[in-house]
């Protein structure tokens, strides 16, 4: 079956524009979660997503937000843009949010900002 | 809280020799661990998991790591290199869920693997 769908793959953005992000799971699967991986910090947890309701969030300004549609796809967005989001943002899923269920990554979405 | 320590940012190791990449973990409940691999370009795969089940976890592309709660260690290795296992590890750490909410990983730094020949 199809895996994880991230668009676009590459984007190009510069500082205070916006940005939106689309994640579409792998069939079946309920959760969606998001992760920023950058050199300097490494991956970090944004935020999941269960059944449209935020189940979890990390330590993130507010310009970062996310929802989920009923039909379980995800959509990130990050309102005015610094330098410092430039990232692989990386979508995973998987069929609940127990710890035990294996996240299955996308192949991310690379946003540079200038 | 949850946490991941990967010693070693860069591991260099010859052509068939034995890999060992380490991974210590600190969870205040039983956690659940995982190892991702990422390849330049691309997003993670996971190559292994441990679920409390057996403590010796067997995974793809011939690697394996064994769970040892007395020195909260998770470490990964592979008898024999191959030139197609150079790229990036991650070790993470989950907390199950117990709390009835969502949870997350929580990675390690990553190391990257670099085979020689």
């Known amino acids: 079956k199809a895996g994880v769908t991230q668009t676009p793959r590459y984007l190009i953005k510069t500082r205070g524009q916006q940005v939106t992000l689309s994640c579409s799971p792998i069939?079946?699967?309920?959760?969606v979660s998001w992760y920023q991986q950058t050199p300097g910090q490494g991956l970090q947890f944004l935020f999941e997503?269960?059944?449209?309701?935020?189940?979890n969030k990390g330590n993130f300004p507010g310009r970062f937000s996310g929802r989920q549609f009923s039909n379980s796809r995800s959509e990130m967005n990050v309102s005015t843009l610094e330098l410092g989001d430039s990232a692989l943002y990386l979508c995973?899923?998987?069929?609940?949010?127990?710890?035990?269920?294996?996240?299955?990554f996308g192949a991310g979405s690379r946003l540079t900002v200038l | 809280a949850q946490s991941v320590t990967q010693l070693g940012s860069h591991v260099s190791v010859s052509e068939g020799a034995l890999v060992l990449l380490r991974c210590n973990y600190s969870?205040?409940?039983?956690?659940?661990l995982f190892w991702y691999v990422q390849y330049p370009n691309q997003g993670l795969q996971l190559l292994l998991k441990?679920?409390?089940?057996?403590?010796l976890v067997k995974g793809i592309n011939g690697f394996e790591a064994e769970f040892k709660k007395s020195e909260t260690s998770f470490h990964l290795t592979k008898p024999s290199a191959h030139m197609s296992d150079a790229a990036e590890y991650f070790c993470?750490?989950?907390?199950?869920?117990?709390?009835?909410?969502?949870?997350?990983?929580?990675f390690g730094t990553g190391t990257q693997l670099k085979v020689e020949l």
């Open positions: 995973a899923s998987r069929f609940s949010t127990s710890g035990a269920n294996v996240l299955t």
């Open positions: 069939s079946g699967h309920r959760s």
């Open positions: 997503y269960f059944s449209e309701t935020q189940r």
């Open positions: 969870s205040s409940v039983p956690p659940y």
């Open positions: 441990y679920t409390s089940a057996a403590t």
């Open positions: 993470a750490v989950s907390d199950g869920g117990f709390t009835g909410g969502g949870n997350k990983l929580t």
